[in-house]
Structures are given as structure tokens and as C-alpha cells.
Nanobody, 120 residues
């Protein structure tokens, strides 16, 4: 069974930095797209950043220039480096991966989320 486990969330002051990690495990053949999403209180979950298997990235406008997504295919892990954090970045951050367990399939899996709180 594929599982995604996030880590690295916590409390940080505005202007500070955090690094989130998300590691996948369990019968993985390969992983295509990886991404980070976030959900603030009272809001819908939305895209933060995605990265393809080849390393092509995409960012929400609100985080461009501050956040960097990267991946380590050998470790089935995706990272999110968050700099210059703002109070409005406070949210639960979720990772998502498109995982192949058979070589020809692709199923989206989500982590359970990690809370990032930015104090102003």
C-alpha cells in the first residue's frame, strides 16, 4: 500500500524559512508528478507547486520567487523550500504524487498534511 508521509511543518516567524519533505513508500514502480497543495482555515485546498519527473516546475503566483520545489527520485521524496514566509502562508500543507505500482498505471496519492503556522 502506497503511503505518503510529510514532515517539516511547524511555527515560524514572518520572514523565516521552513523546508517540508514528503516521502513515499510501499510497492512503488515509479512516480510521475509530485506536488504540494495547501488549505488555509475556511478556504479550499489549492495548488502551491508541482514538479514533473523530468524536473519541470509550476508555482502558484502567490509563492513564486519565495518557494522552491524539488525532488529526489531515488528516495521517492519531494521537498518544498519556503523562504520569506508570510502570515498568509499559514495552512495545512499536503503533498500529492502520481504513483505507478505496475509500470503502466498512475494513481494520485495524498499525504495527511503538515501544519505550517507563520506568526506576524
Amino acid at each position: 500500500q502506497v503511503q505518503l508521509v510529510e514532515s517539516g511543518g511547524g511555527l515560524v516567524q514572518a520572514g523565516g524559512s521552513l523546508i517540508l519533505s514528503c516521502a513515499a513508500s510501499g510497492g512503488i514502480f515509479s512516480i510521475n508528478a509530485m506536488g504540494w497543495y495547501r488549505q488555509a482555515p475556511g478556504k479550499q485546498r489549492g495548488l502551491v507547486a508541482t514538479i514533473s519527473r523530468r524536473g519541470n516546475t509550476n508555482y502558484a503566483d502567490s509563492v513564486k520567487g519565495r518557494f522552491t520545489i524539488s525532488r529526489d527520485n531515488a528516495k521517492n521524496t519531494v521537498y518544498l523550500q519556503m523562504n520569506s514566509l508570510k502570515a498568509e502562508d499559514t495552512a495545512v500543507y499536503y503533498c500529492k504524487m502520481e504513483v505507478s505500482t505496475r509500470g503502466w498505471d498512475g494513481v494520485d496519492y495524498w499525504g495527511k498534511g503538515t501544519l505550517v503556522t507563520v506568526s506576524s
